[in-house]
């Protein structure tokens, strides 16, 4: 035990094996070395991603603990926010009935809502973006259409979605449809667009049936566009759930947020806005990883 | 004449935009025999690129006609396998898929799905390309890709095989290599080949004959030169070669004195 790299080998062994086992003995020896330069690799990787978000965040606590540590400021200090909302923070699933549920139940029924909404826009955004990314009619008939209803805010549309659809729900999933479409579609149909002259002429020469094309080589030369597509149209619904739900009431977060504004549960709505933007990230991040993965390899080669 | 496996004849292609007409190519006629190693060698700008897209099929005629084994040339179609410049493979598909595309798409109903890899991993072993058939284009070298596009080509067994400057991006020594892998598939398959260069040597070398084009626009045939060197050709035993130097020097001629390229590059 006196010489440290001698520990992990059978003591007893070497000392009757003499000299042919003395060559083994630093290999043997030089083992756990590696694992352990490993493990202290590994742990400064992740020291190195973990460490540096967390030094403006606490950073941030700390000033608003301070701004807010006065008997009459407006909003309450983290600390404060902590201690209002234990209950919430720690049982989400709670239900009493009617609109007293806990978190969880909120953000999934707005959950429902986007992915319902985003889905229908999804499908629709990249057949309409298709279209127009093929013909040069529809790019011209359809694309003014589209560049006007675009800039039409979210909101906008919802009292017109209630008028024709009579009821909240269908409304806040129109919404969304309508808000997620419109980057769907420019994207999709820029991507086909671009697709290389090369690769249409590669179809050409092989004479790829147009279904063929489309699987073979528009999908995939696109997949780039209109997963960025995708990805921003992830985000716009996120935005535009939580302001259409504290208008047409229900289980769901945007309501919530605005029910705990009226009953002025301050640190309530400070809790769901970090959820709003936790599950916001979570969102755009899984959208940008099933891009990556069925995009992989269409990047330039 | 009316022999002739590939005959180009009389084709003309001239480019409208608004009221401008330009007039890219005159009065094309060429015969090709089948197993006749062709190539078309001219400045950039004078439209030997056009004219390999129209004998292709991808580019429409203004005037003239191209023939093909008796039959129009109107469209594209396997039977005229482009190679092209900057190989043009699929990224998002393996070496073999990107292979085997074109061998699914050729011979659907003729062979069966053992046979189609068969011969899409035999294709590959021609270009010696086979240890590489899992890699992803984005994964392989430039002269790599480029064996990869002629593997692709050739698995359509092509009437005629067109390569649009297919070593032009590549390095010298690649460029050598790839060269003389398709000497020896040339006189292995015995296929038809026109080949569009602008490099002196690689013409001479590779061709049974060279077809210079004067500068455009308005482009024509300005001369074609026979090359009876014996083949298989050794580069090394050509460097000193009369019939070698001979007809090198008279395509630097054509390109350098009669007709120089007047442009500024």
């Not at chain 1, 800039?151 to 999933?173: Q, R, Y």
């Amino acid at each position: 035990m006196s010489v440290p790299a001698r520990d992990s080998v059978p003591a007893p062994e070497t000392r009757v094996a003499a000299f042919p086992k003395a060559k083994v003995l630093p290999i043997v020896a030089a083992r756990p070395k590696p694992w352990r330069a490993r493990f202290v690799a590994v742990g400064r990787a992740v020291a190195g991603k973990v460490v540096p978000p967390l030094i403006p965040l606490l950073f941030l606590l700390v000033v608003w603990e301070l701004l807010c540590a006065g008997p009459d400021a407006a909003l309450p200090p983290p600390s404060r926010v902590v201690a209002d909302t234990w209950e919430l923070i720690t049982d989400p699933f709670y239900d009493r009935g009617g609109l007293d549920k806990g978190l969880f139940w909120h953000l999934f029924a707005s959950l429902q809502r986007v992915l319902l909404g985003y889905s229908l826009a999804a499908i629709g955004g990249v057949a309409i973006g298709t279209l127009i990314g093929q013909s040069q009619w529809a790019m011209r008939s359809l694309d003014p259409l589209f560049q006007v209803l675009r800039t039409v805010p979210p909101l906008a549309w919802l009292p017109l979605a209630l008028a024709a659809f009579k009821s909240g729900e269908p409304s806040a999933i129109f919404v969304i449809f309508i808000t997620a479409v419109w980057p769907i579609v420019i994207n999709t149909a820029v991507g086909i667009r671009n697709i290389p002259e090369d690769y249409r002429n590669v179809a050409r020469v092989l004479q790829l049936n147009p279904l063929e094309y489309a699987v073979k080589i528009m999908i995939p030369a696109a997949a780039p566009y209109i997963f960025t597509g995708l990805r921003i149209g992830i985000g716009l619904s996120w935005l535009a759930i939580v302001a259409a739900e504290m208008l047409i009431g229900g289980v769901g977060i945007g309501f919530f947020i605005w029910d705990a504004w009226n009953s002025s549960l301050i640190s309530d709505i400070i809790v769901a806005l970090i959820y709003v933007g936790i599950i916001g990230f979570f969102l755009d991040r899984s959208v940008a990883l099933v891009g990556v993965l069925v995009t992989r390899g269409t990047a330039t080669s | 004449m009316a022999s002739a496996y590939l005959s180009i004849e009389q084709v003309g292609k001239s480019y409208s935009r608004g009221g401008a007409t330009t007039q890219v190519l005159t009065d094309i006629d060429l015969k090709v025999d089948r197993g006749e190693f062709i190539s078309i060698i001219g400045h950039s700008g004078c439209g030997k690129s056009t004219l390999l897209n129209i004998v292709a099929g991808l580019t429409p005629v203004s005037t003239g006609a191209v023939l093909l084994d008796n039959c129009e040339v109107n469209a594209p179609g396997p039977d005229r396998a482009v190679v092209f410049q900057n190989h043009s493979l699929l990224p998002w598909l393996t070496v073999y898929d990107n292979v085997r595309l074109a061998v699914d798409k050729v011979f659907r109903g003729r062979k069966t799905s053992a046979e189609r890899h068969d011969w899409t991993m035999h294709n590959l072993d021609l270009v010696q390309m086979g240890h590489a058939r899992a890699k992803r284009p984005s994964e392989i070298s430039g002269g790599m890709k480029q064996r990869v596009g002629i593997a692709r080509a050739l698995a359509m067994e092509p009437k005629v095989l067109l390569l649009d400057e297919p070593f032009g991006a590549l390095d010298a020594l690649t460029r050598a290599h790839l060269q003389d892998s398709v000497m020896q598939i040339h006189a292995g398959l015995g296929n038809t080949v026109m080949m569009i260069t602008h490099d002196v040597d690689e013409a001479v070398l590779l061709s049974d004959r060279i077809v210079m084009m004067t500068n455009g626009p308005s482009a024509r045939i300005g001369e074609i030169l026979d090359v009876p060197l014996e083949r298989p050709r050794r580069r090394l035993d050509l460097v000193a070669d009369p019939i070698y130097l001979r007809c090198r020097a008279a395509v630097l001629k054509f390109l350098y004195e009669r007709h120089r390229f007047v442009e500024a590059a």
